[in-house]
């Protein structure tokens, strides 16, 4: 069962998943999910507050492990309104955890972020750095993956914990990509900013102690993070122990390369607009990635960031013809 597999990286791990002979059911309420990304198995309708309706979906379908997604996503956001992230992260998760033990499915995927990091005191960034959230939307998180330590220990769950660095890209196939909204991630808002869908993309902070001065983070292909999804339900179903694990490539990227990534793509320069920095945002948060690929036998294949950049223009040109964006 794939917890919010409506929205924009769950529907990618619905795909990896059924390519691989599972039966993915998505269990969304869809508030920022989209009907048209749910392909490859049933839909059950629902929000995840709702215990009585996740404890029937485990059953009608035979679920055998879940992963999830499901959850308010926007950082700036949970500033102004912590309350709706503890419950619509930190609350969500753990009812799904109670119906979960209730009808004896044991081992569960789950999104984490780097976020929980903070503000590192050095990168690449290993799973054993401290955590210390500085936002409501990390803290919820780390509240999660500290749930999920205890479900381990106390009620014999299997919980894989993959804390994601900065997803990105679309489909290879062109069948779903990114579309949230309000959109806050730089490649969508570089790509709407060159096709002219949106105001010239703002680049907050010139003066980062960077290569190029712009902030540095790390890209992963949405479908390589689709694929760690597939391999790590199969490593719990092999009896794989309880742990986390970054998604990220080891590589940082920086803003002003995106940028320039998006020009080549497009074939003329792009628009952007210069801002003091935000409060908040470190100069570089890259990955330590090496313990997902010997835990899972893992490999990014995809993240190179002009692969990224190809994957996600074409994407959004379509989803452009098709009217989504006014959706
Ligand atoms: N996009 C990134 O770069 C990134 C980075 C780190 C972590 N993550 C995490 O990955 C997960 C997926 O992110 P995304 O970018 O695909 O977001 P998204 O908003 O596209 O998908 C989230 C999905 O969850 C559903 N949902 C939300 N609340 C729900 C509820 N109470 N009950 C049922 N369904 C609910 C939404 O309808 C949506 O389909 C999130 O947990 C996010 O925090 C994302």
């Known amino acids: 069962m794939i917890c919010g597999g409506a929205g924009y ?15 993915p059911v998505v269990f969304d309420n869809l508030i920022a999910g989209h009907r048209w990304a749910v392909r490859w198995g049933p839909l059950v309708e629902g ?19 879940v992963v999830q997604l499901a959850g308010s996503i926007n950082v700036g956001e949970s500033m102004q309104d912590p309350g709706k992230y503890f419950r619509n992260n930190f609350s969500i998760s753990l009812n799904l955890l109670e119906a979960m033990d209730a009808t004896g499915v044991k081992r569960i995927v789950f999104s984490s972020s780097a976020a929980v990091y903070g503000i590192p005191e050095g990168n690449p960034i290993t799973e054993e750095a401290a955590k210390a959230p500085i936002n409501p939307y990390g803290e919820a998180k780390w509240f999660v993956e500290r749930a999920l330590d205890w479900y381990t220990r106390a009620r014999g769950f299997q919980c894989l914990t993959l804390r994601y660095f900065n997803a990105a890209g679309a489909d290879p196939d062109g069948e779903i990509g990114e579309m949230h909204s309000p959109e806050t991630h730089l490649i969508p808002l570089v790509i709407l900013g060159a096709m002219g869908v949106r105001p ?29 999804h597939l391999l790590g339900v199969e490593y719990l179903a092999r009896g794989g122990e309880s ?4 998604l990220g490539t080891g590589q940082g990227v920086s803003v002003l390369e995106v940028i320039g990534a998006v020009g080549e ?9 210069r801002f003091a920095r935000r409060e908040g945002d470190p100069p570089a948060l890259v990955a330590a990635a090496v313990k997902a690929s010997q835990l899972l036998g893992w490999r990014a294949e995809r993240s190179g960031i002009r692969q990224i950049v190809e994957d996600a223009w074409r994407w959004s040109g379509k989803a452009r013809r098709e009217g989504l964006y006014s959706e």
Do not use: C, Q
């Open 9 to 23: 990286i769950g529907s990618h791990v619905a795909k990896s998943v059924a390519e691989a002979g599972h039966e």
């Open 47 to 65: 929000d995840l507050m709702d215990r009585g309706r996740i404890e029937a979906a485990i059953r009608e379908h035979g679920i055998e492990a």
């Open 200 to 228: 010239p993309v703002k680049v907050f902070g010139m003066d980062y102690p960077t290569a190029d001065g712009t902030a540095v983070r790390d890209y992963i292909h949405v479908r390589d993070l689709a694929r760690a």
């Open 243 to 246: 742990t986390a694990a970054n």
């Open 265 to 273: 793509v497009s074939g003329k320069p792009v628009p952007y607009e």
